[in-house]
């Protein structure tokens, strides 16, 4: 995560002071806290997330040292080499990061391909409004408005699936290392 980031995390500016920082820390940590949506699991999951990005904007905005660059795509990598982790309790951090950080890819590709079965769903309806009503101007277009319609939905979804896939096999790719690491202490 750069400092840019890191600011439009906590809300500030650029000339933020360390103590605005805590300050604006604090704040939304109290906010943000999953214990405060404890009643409802999907709320609490995302307030997780959302306290882990807090947490790591704090860290990096009080210690320089843990900033990254930010990659081509203008996002930065947090991923780092298994041979940087030296302790077993780096290590073992780590894994819980890639742990949390899967559940919510998972959830994000199974939201994707609920997003891509009602495209093809919302494609199969234009197709049989068309065939059905094919002599109605009315139907025809508003069955080839759904047919496009799906194409979209389902095409723009499948892209975002193997986006989630490609992350998720880059996760369980780094956890096998950091296991060998681990085993090699």
């Not at 103590?19 to 949506?37: C, G, M, N, T, V």
């Not at 030296?86 to 890639?98: P, V």
Request: charged share 30%; hydrophobic share 45%.
């Amino acid at each position: 995560m750069t400092r840019d980031e890191a600011l439009r995390i906590l809300g500030l500016d650029e000339s933020a002071t360390a103590d605005e920082i805590k300050a604006a820390y604090k704040e939304s940590a109290q906010i943000l806290h999953p214990d405060r949506f404890a009643k409802n699991k999907k709320l609490q999951d995302r307030a997780t997330e959302q306290f882990k990005n807090l947490q790591e904007a704090y860290d990096v905005l009080m210690d320089p040292t843990k900033q990254t660059a930010p990659s081509r795509h203008g996002r930065a990598h947090a991923a780092r080499p298994a041979e940087s982790y030296t302790t077993a309790s780096d290590i073992e951090a780590r894994l819980a990061g890639i742990a949390a950080a899967r559940v919510q890819l998972v959830a994000e590709r199974d939201a994707a391909l609920d997003k891509r079965r009602n495209g093809l769903i919302i494609l199969l309806v234009g197709l049989i409004l068309a065939a059905v009503f094919r002599r109605s101007p009315f139907a025809i277009a508003l069955g080839s408005t759904a047919i496009i319609w799906g194409i979209v939905q389902a095409a723009s979804q499948q892209r975002d699936v193997m986006t989630l896939n490609e992350h998720l096999n880059a996760l369980t790719k780094e956890k096998r290392q950091l296991l060998e690491r681990l085993d090699a202490l």
